[in-house]
């Protein structure tokens, strides 16, 4: 899709628009031809509209899913701040309701154009009496990270309906993940949904407790640093799970607005302590 905007003595900005992302084509085309003639003024004019056109591409339902990537950093941040916990695992998903694929014909075509459009993903089906699924993956060989995108049809007589998952999730944590969950995934995130999606965020990792501290202490100890209270728990020898609300995170459960979940569990005497965090709610199984 092409548009194009007017600015003064006829000059012309050309904007070309891709999966998730708009941009200018000609402005520096412009600045350079016509530097030695056109006044500052009219410079800053093709400047601002340039920037108007970058601020477009964060706009609308990319909100939500730029502010994950502060969510994400401020779990690391949290979890980096005590230098015996060592994040192993790491995940950030959106999944949304597809509205407009009710039918298996629906989804079948969806599942095509999906293969069609996204064919560096390597693709596998699934059918039985309940659901069908389709799930493309992709190993992006720069950050070491796994993408993941699900088609899944729930089938009912009375209401089929068909979810959109996208995953990423890697082993290895470093600030390029972080750049790449707030630019790419965000793109990518943009161009697969409509609406705004749910998005979770979950880290996984171990501790190298070598004083013994109960489990409880790094939870409650961790509920404190999240500016959270605890709304629900399990608290067990070897076993913490908690259910809390952040003033950190903007998103939430309806149920008591609930959006952190802290779990630990240490393996016996000598073994290891692993933990779980998640928001609004633990992805990972523990």
């Not at 401020?74 to 916990?85: F, G, N, T």
């Not at 509205?99 to 059918?127: G, L, P, S």
Request: charged letters at 25%.
């Amino acid at each position: 899709m092409k548009s194009q905007s007017h600015t003064p003595q006829g000059a012309v900005i050309k904007w070309r628009q891709t999966p998730g992302m708009i941009y200018p084509l000609s402005v520096t085309l412009l600045l350079m031809r016509r530097s030695c003639t056109m006044s500052k003024k009219y410079i800053h004019i093709l400047i601002y509209a340039a920037l108007a056109g970058f601020i477009y591409l964060f706009s609308g339902n990319t909100t939500t899913i730029a502010k994950n990537g502060t969510d994400l950093e401020r779990i690391v941040k949290v979890l980096q701040s005590h230098d015996e916990m060592e994040i192993k695992e790491w995940s950030v998903f959106a999944r949304g309701i597809d509205e407009e694929t009710n039918t298996t014909d629906q989804y079948y075509k969806k599942v095509h154009d999906f293969k069609k459009k996204y064919a560096e993903f390597d693709w596998k089906q699934a059918e039985n009496d309940n659901s069908l699924t389709a799930a493309g993956t992709r190993k992006n060989k720069q950050t070491g990270t796994l993408e993941t995108i699900k088609i899944m049809m729930t089938l009912t007589k009375s209401n089929p309906t068909t979810y959109i998952l996208y995953e990423t999730k890697g082993t290895q944590w470093t600030e390029d993940n972080l750049l790449y969950i707030k630019w790419d995934f965000l793109l990518r995130t943009n161009d697969i949904f409509r609406e705004n999606p749910s998005i979770f965020t979950c880290i996984k990792g171990e501790i190298n407790d070598k004083i013994g501290k109960v489990l409880s202490f790094y939870v409650n100890e961790m509920v404190d640093e999240f500016l959270a209270h605890e709304i629900e728990s399990i608290k067990e020898e070897n076993f913490v799970s908690v259910s809390a609300h952040s003033t950190e995170f903007n998103s939430f459960l309806m149920k008591d607005q609930m959006n952190l979940q802290l779990a630990m569990r240490k393996e016996g005497l000598g073994g290891k302590t692993t933990f779980v965090v998640g928001t609004p709610i633990i992805t990972f199984e523990y």
